[in-house]
């Protein structure tokens, strides 16, 4: 059974018994002391922090819990939110350890991370009732994709196309669309960062 700690509100503490039928204990706690306790009765396998900790909480925290075994993610929008996060993290973990036989945690790949964040994201669209998902996401993913191809070719926009696999007169219109600052580097000052 996994142990996943909540440091919230602790009205959310009914989640507990909904969780259980997935082999998944969550406790929701106040405090990091409270942390403490949940550690000394079972390893806990993932903690959710709210934002409002303090950070001389978080300081404490490798005292109190063993931060490399533990799998930590912190500012969730709400406690049901973050648990099904945990619980996705969670089983991403299960899977790759099953499959190489490590009880390690790996990091996520590409493909896990966006899979988490557009589910978040997701969600806060449809809570919001926003309309045009696709074109929003797509925004968001292309302008950084953009970016990092041209920091990648130092600013060189045929190489940054070539890299996008997109020709070079879209890749200006992208440009001029996100408003992305252009500026190309020398090859020694490229080389030195």
Not at 108 to 117: H, M, P, Q, R, W
Request: no cysteine; charged share 25%.
């Amino acid at each position: 059974m996994r142990h996943i700690v909540v440091v919230g509100d602790p009205a959310e503490g009914s989640l507990q018994r909904l969780q259980d039928k997935a082999g998944i204990r969550v406790v929701v706690v106040e405090n990091i002391q409270q942390v403490k306790q949940e550690a000394q009765k079972a390893p806990i396998d993932g903690l959710v922090l709210s934002e409002k900790m303090s950070k001389e909480s978080l300081t404490d925290l490798p005292h109190v819990i063993d931060v490399s075994q533990t799998l930590i993610i912190s500012g969730p929008p709400s406690v049901p939110a973050a648990v099904d996060t945990m619980k996705w993290l969670l089983g991403k973990v299960d899977g790759r350890a099953a499959k190489r036989g490590s009880q390690e945690f790996p990091e996520l790949t590409l493909e896990d991370f966006v899979e988490l964040k557009f589910g978040e994201f997701v969600r806060a669209m449809k809570a919001s009732s926003a309309r045009g998902l696709h074109v929003t996401l797509i925004q968001a993913v292309e302008r950084p994709l953009i970016q990092h191809a041209l920091h990648e070719t130092n600013g060189n926009q045929i190489q940054a196309a070539q890299l996008l696999g997109i020709n070079r007169n879209t890749l200006r219109k992208k440009i001029v669309e996100y408003r992305i600052p252009v500026t190309r580097r020398s090859r020694q000052s490229a080389e030195s960062s």
